[in-house]
Structure formats: structure tokens, C-alpha cells
């Protein structure tokens, strides 16, 4: 990721060419940055937060004779004679500048929060149709489109309430803080990477994605748990705690808990489709969202040179490409993974007398009855029996995910857009 401050920014409340001294007096003369480059070596990288910018205000005005340059927040602020201690006499200025950028903080942070919840709140019943699409074996409609996707959510909300939509949720974010906490401590406690520096190698590469798949491996019995809640038909379904999904995980781990049939696979077979799936998704992700960035980047550069770009655009320019490139790397990875995901649900609930709701109906509940012995026997008894459109059961969700992703980004950039332009 690539740090978002403005040009001539050096997180000290610097502004322009020089910056007051009043430590010393005025006695020595205050460093100039002619360039980025020299502020790359005082610069620190602010945290990387959807839609921030890490701006600080505070600064005043410069030494009387040195003109201050413009900036994007406004135009070229007129020198106050007064020396170094003085301050412009007009504070008007000032203060709207100041609002304008807290208002781009905060609408950054907006905006970043808004994609947030699209991802983990708004889409969550398409990802729970598309789940009980992908492990109902007996379904003879496929849901390949939207239409019929929307038709049965409408069927399970008549029938069993809201509620049949929205389960699951809070498993959901329980195995995220798990995958992003078992990441922090195994890094700590190992050499491996958590990240990849820019000067990259193929044995830090190799160690990172060693580091990925320690991950998947810690959280997949969570997984496993918080997928039955997701596709467990609210019919039958008991009112479980937010902690059932640790409590199932760790219970399947140590053999105790719910008891399930002879079906059920080990853990250890399912080692390696969990990982297969998500190192694979990882990879592409990344890869797409590095080339979708440098792909915006090149072609803000030619369509809006520097000296010719307004305020708005220039924000606008500073928040949307990475949100923009993170939608383009999660589509293009779920469906490229999506036969893969198929597989990797439908191994990890079979055995656990789950009972699923009837995708064809929308009213019936069916049972998980499969015999798979293995990922390669999975593959094989879906092309048999249901064909290589099997593999895609529930791709409609998929299609209304995404463009509801991508509509919730649009209306976020055209309000961002207006409160930009009156508050310039």
C-alpha cells in the first residue's frame, strides 16, 4: 500500500517551502524541501486506514519575504509581515481550510466504512444463499442468475422472517478477528513476514505465504462452525450464542461437542482444499489489486496532470483507486475460486447433520446426506451427477453481491463528490 498525503506534507504541520521555528527564535533558517523526494527521508508512513489520510493542522504562517506556495486545500496564501511569529490577519481562510480537511477525513473514513459494510453486513444474505446453494447437492435449479436468486430470498423471508437471511453473521466476524489474530501471533513468535517488502525475494515470498497458510490452518475448524451456522436452516436452528462458533470449533478439534456421523472427514483431510483455497484466493487478490492500482494510477497521471487538477478530483483521486482496486481483486478471486469453494463447503459440512433449507422450494428443509471420501471424489461425483454447472450452484448471489458493492461505491463517491464542491 502506498501512503495517501498530500504533496508537502511532512506530518510535522509543515506546509510549503519552510516551517516557523519559534524554538530558536528565528535565529536559524528553516529547512526547505525542493522536492518529494527529500521529505521521503521525514516522512514516516502514517497507518494504513481505508480513506485516511492522516492530515494534521496547526500550521502558521511563514517568515515575512518567503512566499508561500499553493497547496490543494486552497490558493497562495499571502505572506503577514510580522516575522515568524505573526499570523495572517484574516482567519476566515484559515478556518475554511481547516473544515475542509476534517471534512475530507472523516468523509474518507465514510467512505472506507461504507465499503466495509457492504462487504461483511450488506452482502451477508447473498453469501448465505450462495453457501446453501453450493452444499444442496439435491437441487435441480441451479440459480446461475439473479433473478431466481432474488425469487428465493424472497420465498425464505415469507416463510422463516428476516432472520433466515442474516444468520451466521456474527460467526462470521468471529473467524475474521481469529485469521487476523492467529497472523499477528504467529508472526511474532516466528521469522516469517507479515508483509512483503517492495524489495521481495522468492524466499520471502515463500515464508509469507508459509505465514498465510499457518493461518488457515488455525482457523479452519472456526470455519467449519461458522459455515453450518450460515447454511442451517432457521427451522430447526436453536438460538445459539455469538460464542457457539468458538465453542463447535474447539469441540471439533478436541473431539467433544455435538456428535456427528461416520460421514464426517478428519480435520487433517481437509488441510489441504482450506489452504489450496485460500492461499490461491490470497495470491490472485493481491496480484489483481496491484495491477488494477497501477492501472488507475497511470491513468489519473495522463488524464488529470498535476498542475491542472482541481481539489476535488485530487481527493477524489487519493481515495477511490485502492477501494476500487480491493472490489476488482475480491470479484475477479471469487470467481475464479468459486468450483473450488463449492468443493472446500461441501466437504467441511458433510458428517455434521446439518439440515439445509430447499432451494428449489423455498418452504422444505433437506438433509446433508453426501459420502465424498475426499476433495478428488468431491470433483469427480460433481461432474457426474450434476455437471460442470454444479460447480456454480448459486452464482447469482455472486452477480447481486458485487453489484450492490458496486452501487453502495458509486453513491459513496457521488455524495463525497458534492460535499467536496460546497465545501470548496
Not at 452482502?123 to 435449479?141: D, G, M, T
Not at 462452525?225 to 445459539?240: C, F, G, P, Y
Not at 483521486?317 to 473450488?340: G, Q
Amino acid at each position: 500500500m502506498h501512503p495517501r498525503r498530500p504533496d508537502g506534507f511532512d506530518g510535522l504541520g509543515y506546509r510549503g517551502g519552510t516551517r516557523d521555528e519559534q524554538g530558536f527564535g528565528g535565529a536559524f533558517p528553516a529547512r526547505s524541501f525542493s522536492s518529494a523526494s527529500d521529505l521521503g527521508h521525514w516522512v514516516t508512513t502514517p497507518p494504513d486506514i481505508p480513506g485516511s489520510r492522516n492530515l494534521h493542522w496547526g500550521e502558521k504562517s511563514p517568515p515575512y519575504g518567503v512566499p508561500a506556495p499553493s497547496t490543494p486545500e486552497g490558493p497562495e496564501e499571502e505572506p503577514f509581515p510580522g516575522g515568524s511569529g505573526g499570523s495572517a490577519p484574516g482567519q476566515s481562510s484559515g478556518e475554511g481550510r481547516w473544515e475542509q480537511e476534517q471534512l475530507s477525513r472523516f468523509a474518507g473514513f465514510g467512505i472506507g466504512l461504507a465499503s466495509l459494510f457492504t462487504e461483511n453486513v450488506l452482502a451477508h444474505p447473498c453469501i448465505v444463499l450462495r453457501r446453501q446453494c453450493q452444499v444442496n447437492y439435491h437441487a435441480r435449479h441451479y440459480h446461475l442468475t439473479p433473478f431466481t436468486v432474488i425469487n428465493i430470498m424472497y420465498s425464505f423471508n415469507k416463510t422463516q422472517g428476516p432472520r433466515a437471511l442474516w444468520k451466521g453473521m456474527g460467526s462470521t466476524f468471529i473467524v475474521q478477528g481469529i485469521t487476523l489474530g492467529a497472523e499477528g501471533i504467529i508472526s511474532e513468535f516466528t521469522p516469517l513476514p507479515r508483509e512483503v517488502s517492495h524489495k521481495w525475494n522468492p524466499k520471502q515470498i515463500g515464508e509469507h505465504l508459509l505465514l498465510k497458510s499457518l493461518t488457515y490452518i488455525v482457523a479452519m475448524p472456526f470455519y467449519s462452525a461458522s459455515l453450518i451456522e450460515t447454511v442451517q436452516s432457521e427451522i430447526i436452528r436453536d438460538n445459539a450464542g455469538i460464542l457457539e462458533c468458538v465453542k463447535e470449533g474447539i469441540g471439533r478439534v478436541i473431539g467433544m461437542g455435538v456428535p456427528h456421523s461416520k460421514r464426517l472427514l478428519p480435520l487433517l483431510s481437509l488441510i489441504f482444499p482450506t489452504v489450496l483455497h485460500g492461499v490461491l484466493h490470497y495470491i490472485i487478490s493481491s496480484i489483481i489489486q496491484k495491477f488494477v492500482l497501477l492501472l488507475l494510477k497511470r491513468k489519473t497521471y495522463h488524464s488529470h496532470p498535476a498542475e491542472s487538477t482541481s481539489p476535488v478530483q485530487s481527493m477524489l483521486d487519493a481515495y477511490f483507486p485502492e477501494l476500487i482496486a480491493n472490489f476488482a481483486a475480491s470479484l475477479c478471486s471469487d470467481v475464479i475460486l468459486y468450483p473450488l469453494e463449492t468443493v472446500l463447503h461441501r466437504l467441511h459440512i458433510q458428517g455434521t447433520r446439518t439440515i439445509i433449507d430447499n432451494t428449489d422450494l423455498g418452504y422444505e428443509v433437506l438433509p446433508i446426506n453426501t459420502q465424498y471420501e475426499g476433495m478428488r471424489d468431491c470433483v469427480n461425483t460433481i461432474k457426474q451427477e450434476e455437471g460442470m454447472l454444479g460447480f456454480y450452484k448459486g452464482f447469482g448471489a455472486v452477480i447481486i453481491q458485487y453489484t450492490l458493492h458496486a452501487a453502495v461505491l458509486q453513491i459513496t463517491k457521488i455524495i463525497y463528490s458534492t460535499l467536496l464542491q460546497n465545501s470548496v
